[in-house]
C-alpha cells in the first residue's frame, strides 16, 4: 500500500524566505505526482503535476522535483508572502487504479 | 466558470439519519471522485466514476453510495449516518485518468454526525 509522508507538519518562516516542504512515498511505481494548496475552508487548488517521466515542473515562484526511484519530491518556494499561507498537500497517483494518495500536508505560515 | 460545486456547505445529522451530498461540475469532465479528510489526516478516496452508468469503489467506501446518471452529477449517499462519518467531503473531476490529469475539486461539504 502506498504511504505518502509529508515532512515538516508545520513551518513558520518570516516573509521573503525560501523554503522547501518534503513529501516521499514508498512505491515507486506512480503515474504522476501533484502538488496542492489548501486554504481553511476551503478546497484544494492544483499547484504543480509532475510525470513520473520528468524530474521538475516550474510555475511563478514554485518549482517541485521528483526523484521517482527514492520516492522523493520537494516543493521549493521561493521568496515567500504572507499569501502563501496555506496547507500543502502532496497526493500520488499510482500506475494502476485512479485513486490518489495524499500526505497529510505541511501547513505553512509566512509571517510579515 | 463554476468548476466543481458541491451543497450543502455545513450541514449536521442524528445518527442514523440519511443525506444526500450532491456534487456538480460544468467541465463536462468524465472522471469523478469523492473524498473524505479527516481531520489532521490526507484525503481518503470514497468511490469515483470514470463516465455516467459506471461507478466503482475506493479506499473507505463502507456506508455510502453514489449514482452517476448524467456526465454533470456525481451524488453521494450515506444510508445510515455514524459518527465515524463526521469528515469534510470533497468532490473532484478530471479531463481523463492520464498522464496530464488534474483533479479539480469543489470547496466542500462539512459534516458532523452527532
Known sequence: KQE??????????????NLVLNCSFTDSAIYNLQWFRQDPGKG????????????????????AS???????STLYI???????????LCAVRPDSGYALNFGKGTSLLVTP | ??????????????????????CAQDMNHNYMYWYRQDPGMGLKLIYYSVGAGITDKGEVPNGY???????????????????SQTSVYFCASSNKAGVQETQ??????RLLVL
Not at chain 1, 66 to 72: A, F, P, V
Not at chain 2, 104 to 109: D, I, R, V
Open chain 1, 4 to 17: 505518502v509522508t509529508q515532512i515538516p507538519a508545520a513551518l513558520s518562516v518570516p516573509e521573503g524566505e
Open chain 1, 44 to 63: 484544494l487548488t492544483s499547484l504543480l503535476l509532475i510525470q513520473s517521466s520528468q524530474r521538475e515542473q516550474t510555475s511563478g515562484r514554485l518549482n
Open chain 1, 66 to 72: 521528483l526523484d521517482k526511484s527514492s520516492g522523493r
Open chain 1, 78 to 88: 521561493a521568496a515567500s508572502q504572507p499569501g502563501d499561507s496555506a496547507t500543502y
Open chain 2, 1 to 22: 466558470n463554476a468548476g466543481v460545486t458541491q451543497t450543502p456547505k455545513f450541514r449536521i445529522l442524528k445518527i442514523g439519519q440519511s443525506m444526500t451530498l450532491q
Open chain 2, 65 to 83: 453510495n453514489v449514482s452517476r446518471s448524467t456526465t454533470e452529477d456525481f451524488p453521494l449517499r450515506l444510508e445510515l449516518a455514524a459518527p
Open chain 2, 104 to 109: 479539480y475539486f469543489g470547496p466542500g461539504t
